[in-house]
């Protein structure tokens, strides 16, 4: 039986859209939370 050996890498990408994150990160600055730039989740 053949083996094999594979090395898998994930990552997030910039240009996948992040709706939940967005939302999240709205909702921080109306809550006074003028720092954060972006949320991932």
Do not use: E
Request: hydrophobic content about 50%; overall charge positive; some cysteine.
């Amino acid at each position: 039986m053949p083996r094999f050996h594979a090395t898998v890498r994930v990552g997030l990408r910039a240009s996948v859209l992040d709706p939940a994150g967005d939302a999240v990160c709205a909702a921080a600055q109306r809550l006074g939370h003028g720092a954060i730039q972006s949320i991932r989740i």
